[in-house]
C-alpha cells in the first residue's frame, strides 16, 4: 500500500530564451503544484535544477529524481512541458518512450498537454526536435560570435586570471589587480631567480597563509578548510601562463557539443596569442626565463619515467590528514611506492609510506582470508551487511498496511452507524478525525520504510554481486582487474622506523565496493612470522606434501629471506625452529586423534617413518612408543 512519489521537475537556464518570470523555478513550482492537486496527484515531491541547460542531462535533480525512479520510488513525473525535461530529442524520446515506462512512470507536459498513458502523442517527437533545433541554432550563433570576436584580438575569456581584474567602464578589459599582483611576481621571482621547485613555491605560500586563487576569488567550490592549500599543480600552471606578460590567449580549448558541453583542450601549437594587450605583472625577459626551465624540469623528469603496474593509483589515502597519497619512486626491487602528499610536498603529515609489492601481499591475505570465511560463513557476513535486515522492514510494513486497513474498516462502520443515527454528526466528526489522524501518520511510516526497502533491496543486490566474485575468484595473483573491481580506497597507517620490519605492522585498510572495509568482516590482524610461517607450513601438511626450502615459503608470504630472518630473530626464532616447535605439536594432537605412526609421518612431511622416529626421540627425549604411552595415559 506504498503510495509512490509524484515528482514535479522543474528546470530553468537562461539560455532557453523564455521571459524569466515565466519560465522561473518559483512559477514553474506554482503551476506543477496546482496542477497535481487539480487532478488529485499526491505524496508530492520538488526536483528543481535552476541555471542548467537543457542539452546537459548531468544535472543533480534530474539525477536525482531518475535514482528514485530506478529505486521504484516514483509514480509520476509532471513538467511544465517536455523541454524541461531537456532539449536533446534522442535522449528525452529514450528517456520517456524506453526508460521510465521499464518502471511503470507516468510522464505529464502540463502545457503541452502530453501525457505519455495516452496514444494522443504524435506531435512530440517533432516537438522534441524543434526545441534541440532551437538549441542547436543558439549554439552555432554564440560559437560564430566568439570565433569572429577571437580571430580579431577580442578576449575570449571573459573571468580574468588570478592577478587581474575587469576594468570598471570595459567588461573585456583587464587591469591589474593590485591586491594579488604581487604574490604572482613572487612566484616567478622564486622559481626564477631563486631557483626554487613548484613545490617549495607553495609550501612557501602555504606558511605565509596566502589565500589560494579560488579562495581569493570567493568561488563556491573552495573548500573552507583549505584556503591557503597551495598545490604544486597550481604554482605550475601560473608559471605557464602567458597572459602575465601581457598577452591575449584565445582558443585554448572549444566545447565538442552543444548537446554534451564537453570541454576539448586544443594544442598549444594552434593557439592565437595576441601580444601586449594588457598591462603586464611580469617582465618578458623573467617569463621566457621560467619557461626555459619549466621545460627543463620537465625534460629531467621524463628521465626518470618507470613502466610498473601501479594497480593502487588514486586509492591510497592517508590515515592521519586524510588526503590522497602520491606515486614516487622508492629503493628496491619492486621500484615503486604510495606516501602521503602532505608529506612529500610540505612535510606537513608523517610518513605513510607503504611499497606496490606490500599493498599487493597485503590485499592477498586479507581478501583470501574474507574469502575463506566466506565459504563456510556467508550467513554472518550478510547479516553483519544488514542484508537480512529488509525482511523485518516489509514485516513492518506489513503490519502497518493490516492497522490502515483495519482503520479503513472502522471509519465505514461509523459512517453507516451515523446514516442509521446510532451515533450523533459530533461524535462521528470527533472519532472519525482521530481515526483519519492515526491512518495519515502510518501511511507516513509506510513511505519512509518502503523507500528504505526499495534501496536496501538495490544495495543488496550489489552486495551480493560482491560477495559472489569474491568467493568465485582466484586470488593466487592480484591483478589490475581483481583491485578496479573490489578495491574503493585503502586507509595507509603510519610507516615504522626504517630498521624495522615493517610487513603486517603497517595499518592497511582495505574497503571493498558495496560491503565496506574487510578487517570490520573477518580478523586480518597483524600475525607474528611464526604464525604466518605455521599457516602456509599447515596448508602443505593438510596436504601431505614434503617440506619444501625455507625460500619457498618466503615466496609464498611475498617476503624476501632477509626480511623473514629480521623478523624471526625479533621474535627469538628461526626457521628450523618454527618447523621443529610445529611437528611436535601436530604430532601430539595426532597421537591423541588415535592416529598410527606411518599416518602421522606423512601429515608431518617426513621422508620416511625412520626419520620420523629419529625425530620424536631427539626433541621428545623419549621413543615414539613412549611418547605415544605418556600422551594417551
Known sequence: MYEKITALYCRYSRDDGQEEENASITHQRELLKEYAENNGYTNLRYYADDGYSGTNFDR????????????????????????????????????????????????????????????NNDLFAFESIFAEMYAADISKKV?????????????????????????????????????VAGIVYTVFDKFVNEEMTEYQIANYLRKHRVLTTSAYIGSKRCDPTRIYAWSAATVKRMLGMVEYAGDTVNFKSRTISFKTRQIERISKDQWLIFRDTHEAIIPREMFEKAQVRLARLRKKFDTRKYEYNTFFTRKCRCS??????????????????????????????????????????????????????????QREVEEKLGVYELSGIQQEIDTLNRRIIEIDSYIQALFESKIKGEISQNDFLIISK????????????????????????????????????????????????????????????AYEKKGTVNYGRQTLKFQIYEIGFIDELVDVSYKTFRERIEAVLLRRYANQIVTKPPHEVYEELGLTYNIMKEGLHRENTNFNTVVIDLRKKLIAEYIKQGMSANEIFKKTGFASVNVFYTFCHGNFGVTYKQLRKDILS
Not at 524541461?84 to 528525452?92: A, D, E, K, M, P
Not at 587581474?164 to 567602464?169: L, Q, S
Request: aromatic share 8%; net charge neutral; with cysteine.
Open 434 to 493: 482521530q481515526y483519519s489522524d492515526e491512518k495519515s501518520d502510518l501511511q507516513n511510516q509506510v513511505n519512509m520504510l518502503a523507500e528504505k526497502l526499495a534501496i536496501g533491496k538495490r544495495n543488496s543486490s550489489k552486495i551480493f554481486e560482491i560477495l559472489t566474485f569474491i568467493k568465485e575468484t582466484d586470488f593466487s595473483e592480484i591483478t589490475q582487474e581483481i583491485c578496479d573491481k573490489l578495491i574503493e580506497k585503502v586507509i595507509v597507517g
Open 143 to 179: 560559437t560564430a560570435y566568439k570565433r569572429n570576436k577571437g580571430l580579431n584580438g577580442g578576449r575570449l575569456k571573459t573571468r580574468p586570471i588570478y592577478g587581474y581584474k575587469v576594468a570598471p567602464d570595459m567588461k573585456d578589459k583587464w587591469i591589474i589587480d593590485e591586491k
Open 320 to 377: 592521519e590528514c586524510g588526503g590522497r597519497m602520491s606515486i614516487q619512486i622508492s629503493q628496491g626491487n619492486d621500484g615503486i611506492a604510495y606516501n602521503c602528499q602532505k608529506n612529500i610536498m610540505f612535510k606537513t603529515c608523517k610518513s605513510h609510506l607503504v611499497r606496490e609489492m606490500t599493498l599487493r601481499n597485503m590485499f592477498k591475505d586479507q581478501i583470501s582470508a574474507l574469502q575463506q570465511f566466506l565459504n563456510s560463513n
Open 60 to 119: 543533480p535533480d534530474f539525477q536525482r529524481m531518475l535514482e528514485d525512479i530506478e529505486n521504484g520510488l516514483i509514480g509520476t513525473v509532471i513538467v511544465k512541458d517536455m523541454s524541461r525535461f531537456g532539449r536533446n530529442y534522442i535522449l528525452v524520446g529514450q528517456y520517456v518512450e524506453l526508460v521510465l515506462p521499464m518502471y511503470d512512470v507516468k510522464v505529464i507536459g502540463v502545457t503541452d498537454n502530453y501525457d505519455s498513458t495516452k496514444e
